[in-house]
């Protein structure tokens, strides 16, 4: 059985080290692990094309191990010429850069990791939250151009206090959001979400659930997008919905990238109807350089919170993501049952709620 494992870009340092899928390979010993058993796994990078390795391998893999960080594109197409493929697994969470529908079509599971990275993103939502409301980004470069002009920066920077701040998605991710927002006594945390919250959840962080969409980015200080990307989720953040949004409100995306318009959220942190958007997922992986989201800012010359996709892979977030990933590869080799809440797309059918609610 060939195992192909996407672990990185194809870029200079990662081909040095090529840690993306991280103790999953230098430490749990897999390649050694597999080989033991007659098996064969090849490392390879995420670079597309018809001539990349990607592409020359996954034709008679049976699986495929990818980073949602450096994922490796699964297209129909593709899929349609993986004719031994059975098994896609996720280090880590998130399995969108897999075309779904054809792997439903083409009775290929897809599995993730579930949980293994869900305490990192959600730090970083508190992170990026932080910074755009208390308007860091531009205090610490103009440190590091030696300046000291306190008024540039206080001018839009606010307190978190008092505010009312929304998750799009209460699953997972968000509810920790909302568990880690508690503490800082905003006026209001809201959600929404198409399944409410258990009545104790709900309660234990003091969160109030709103239907509609539109009506919840109206009442938001701070709208914080925490839901997996499919066909219901693409561009729900846009043009017309943005104005709904109150003016001067903050929006931070570690969710997937084309949930968010790119030109829509550029144009209203360009014009200052956002005062910032920030986060670390984009509309492609690695993103083109001269994407606008690198660079654009409000008209104070701050609200860009913008990093590479690391928020859930963490050295701490390396190790669980690793080690499911290995029991995965394990129960799927020694024909055990998987842990039903891994499990995005079964024999045929898909089995998250999460990716099956369209």
């Not at 945390?189 to 234990?204: G, N, V, W």
Request: glycine residues 8%.
């Amino acid at each position: 059985m060939k195992v192909l494992a996407i672990l990185y870009d194809g870029g200079k340092a990662a081909q040095e080290e090529p840690r993306l899928l991280g103790t999953v390979e230098n430490k749990l010993g897999i390649s050694e692990w597999l080989s033991s058993q007659g098996h064969e796994l090849i490392v390879s990078s995420s670079k597309e094309g018809p001539d990349s390795d990607f592409q020359k391998h996954i034709v008679d893999a049976e699986v495929l191990i990818t980073t949602p960080f450096h994922p490796g594109y699964l297209t129909r197409d593709i899929i349609e010429k993986a004719k031994n493929l059975k098994l896609c697994i996720t280090a880590g969470v998130g399995s969108d850069h897999i075309d779904l529908n054809a792997a439903v079509d083409h009775r290929i599971q897809v599995l993730e990791v579930s949980g293994s990275n869900v305490v990192s993103v959600a730090e970083h939502v508190i992170m990026s939250i932080l910074l755009l409301v208390r308007n860091f980004v531009p205090a610490h470069e103009m440190i590091e151009r030696g300046d000291w002009q306190v008024s540039e920066i206080a001018r839009n920077a606010f307190d978190l206090e008092g505010k009312v701040v929304g998750t799009i998605g209460a699953g997972r991710i968000g509810y920790r959001v909302l568990q880690r927002l508690a503490p800082f006594d905003c006026k209001e945390l809201l959600y929404y979400d198409y399944s409410p919250l258990p009545a104790a959840a709900a309660e234990s962080v003091k969160a109030r659930r709103v239907q509609d969409l539109k009506d919840f980015v109206s009442q938001c200080d701070v709208v914080t997008v925490n839901c997996p990307l499919h066909e219901g989720t693409v561009g729900l953040v846009n043009t017309e919905l943005l104005k709904h949004f109150k003016k001067g409100a903050w929006l931070v995306n570690t969710a997937r990238g084309a949930i968010c318009d790119k030109d829509a959220v550029a144009a209203a942190v360009k014009s200052g109807y956002l005062s910032g958007y920030s986060g670390d997922v984009w509309n492609v992986q690695p993103a083109p350089r001269d994407h606008v989201w690198r660079t654009v800012k409000n008209p104070l010359g701050g609200g860009n919170g913008m990093v590479p996709h690391y928020s859930g892979t963490t050295l701490d977030a390396q190790a669980r993501y690793a080690s499911g990933t290995k029991k995965i590869l394990e129960n799927y080799l020694t024909d055990k049952p998987q842990d039903p809440q891994n499990i995005i797309v079964g024999l045929g059918k898909y089995e998250s709620k999460a990716y099956g609610q369209r």
